[in-house]
């Protein structure tokens, strides 16, 4: 193999002067081969559909339950067993009380929710802020990781994360010091 075959070879490879380099990876906003990115896609569409019918399933289910007045075990009105961390430790997991929460909220009782779990409070208003949200980008047609990215829905996600695990660790850290 010579130098000019070598040279010849690389330049028949490589990617003319306007094309994207070619990583390998797939592109921006595909999952498992379907666009996101794409304005209007049929795939754009299903997936604003589903961002909106889950926070509203959510919210309507809220709406139908009767907080309990515990703070937690709200969730057992859907046929749900108690929290098994509850049962087992005796202290609450870092999803106790937000059924009760989001079940006050619904019904504009800010302090039975922060009663139930203050994390809650924030969480039922990112819940339903999703709601409105999804469907302007249904009825616009919006790509959807461009809108997500626009909202910086991943520091949201990771702000909330660290929120819920702080108000956790201070409900233990409550119930620990009044035992």
Not at 28 to 38: H, K, P, Q
Not at 41 to 69: C, D, E, H
Not at 146 to 154: G, T, V, Y
Request: glycine fraction near 10%; proline fraction near 8%; charged fraction near 10%.
């Amino acid at each position: 193999m010579d130098e000019t075959s070598t040279v010849a070879d690389s330049a028949a490879l490589a990617p003319s002067a306007g094309a994207p380099p070619r990583t390998g990876a797939p592109p921006r906003g595909s999952v498992f081969g379907a666009d996101l990115v794409g304005e209007g896609s049929w795939v754009s569409l299903l997936v604003w559909a589903v961002l909106f019918a889950g926070p509203l399933a959510v919210l309507i289910t809220a709406a139908t339950l009767t907080p309990s007045i515990a703070g937690h075990g709200t969730h057992t009105q859907l046929g749900l067993p108690p929290c098994g961390f509850l049962v087992y430790t005796g202290y609450p997991c870092p999803g106790c009380g937000l059924t009760t929460s989001f079940s006050h909220m619904i019904r504009l009782e800010v302090f039975g929710a922060f009663h139930a779990n203050p994390f809650g409070i924030l969480l039922f208003l990112c819940t339903a802020a999703m709601v409105p949200v999804s469907l302007l980008g249904m009825v616009r047609k919006l790509p959807v990781v461009d809108s997500l990215d626009r909202l910086h829905a991943e520091k949201i996600a990771i702000a909330l994360s660290l929120v819920s695990i702080a108000v956790w660790c201070v409900k233990v850290g409550i119930q620990y010091a009044a035992s």
